[in-house]
């Protein structure tokens, strides 16, 4: 135990030998690494600055990328269904058109029907009334010979 005392109070008394002419020197060198370190420092946040910078452009590019592709993408998706629905409508005016054409052939016909039955009715009650005259006439015929007949 003396012993390691002993060697205690040596390495004591050396450090405080040695400490001033450590503290003299120590100061040059401290300042030289520090400023080496400062420097140091200085350069790696620029460098890391820089790289931040340059991370956040190329986000942006690709996110405008992104954001351009999405709306050619968009754009294109809205002109398809323009023209889907373009094309739809020609379809359903095609059919329209085509549905109206019959609608006025079938009426035309249904006119021409109409008229030729009125004028088959016409055409039978001037039969008739003709008929009549006829039965009129030759009955009055009849009464005149039957007349000229109980004359003579």
């Not at 030998?17 to 420097?39: G, H, M, T």
């Not at 986000?59 to 889907?84: G, Y």
């Not at 009129?136 to 009464?143: S, Y």
């Amino acid at each position: 135990m003396k012993r390691t005392l002993l060697s205690a109070l040596t390495v004591l008394v050396a450090s405080a030998a040695i400490a001033p002419i450590a503290a003299a020197a120590e100061p040059a060198s401290f300042n030289i690494q520090s400023a080496r370190l400062e420097a140091l420092d200085a350069r790696t946040k620029n460098s890391v600055h820089k790289l931040r910078l340059d991370h956040l452009n190329n986000q942006s590019k690709a996110i405008e990328d992104i954001q351009a592709t999405r709306l050619d993408a968009l754009d294109a998706r809205t002109k398809a269904v323009d023209n889907i629905q373009e094309a739809r409508l020609d379809a359903l005016d095609a059919r329209t058109k085509n549905s109206v054409h019959k609608l006025r052939l079938e009426h035309l016909n249904n006119q021409s029907k109409a008229v030729e039955d009125i004028q088959a009715a016409r055409l039978e009650a001037l039969d008739a009334r003709t008929k009549a005259v006829d039965n009129i006439q030759e009955a009055r015929l009849d009464a005149l010979d039957a007349r000229t007949k109980s004359i003579r």
